[in-house]
Nanobody, 123 residues
Framework: VDLVESGGGLAQAGGSLRLSCAAS????????MGWFRQAPGKGREFVAA????????EIAESVKGRFTISRDNANNPVYLQMNSLKPEDTAVYYC?????????????????WGQGTQVTIFS
């Protein structure tokens, strides 16, 4: 496993969670990092991505204004700050890394993945 997510759990609607993604056995300083999520019965959905330098960030429309992606190359590769959470944010959240950063929204170009962390939001 190259990437390990943490910070998921149970939260009330309107609350916040912060997901972290740590590297294991590999460095990802030069990689584009992304977050994706998958709810039961649905496909993998793009959430957010950030290039290796941090100069470009992409956020899905469904979470724009509520979620923020950031990175700290000296420590964990990437974070996802989630505010104003909604029940529809419930999903397994995955961290991913892409060496080339050519198509940030496309999960198929990411070649390193974590095992995911469950986020459950109740109203």
């Amino acid at each position: 496993v190259d990437l390990v997510e943490s910070g998921g759990g149970l939260a009330q609607a309107g609350g916040s969670l912060r997901l972290s993604c740590a590297a294991s056995g590999h460095t990802f300083h030069a990689y584009t990092m992304g977050w994706f999520r998958q709810a039961p019965g649905k496909g993998r959905e793009f959430v957010a991505a950030i290039t290796w330098s941090g100069d470009r960030r992409e956020i899905a429309e469904s979470v724009k204004g509520r979620f923020t992606i950031s990175r700290d190359n000296a420590n964990n590769p990437v974070y996802l700050q989630m505010n104003s959470l909604k029940p529809e944010d419930t999903a397994v959240y995955y961290c991913a890394a892409d060496r080339w950063g050519t198509d940030l929204h496309n999960y198929q170009v990411y070649d390193h993945w974590g095992q995911g962390t469950q986020v459950t939001i109740f109203s």
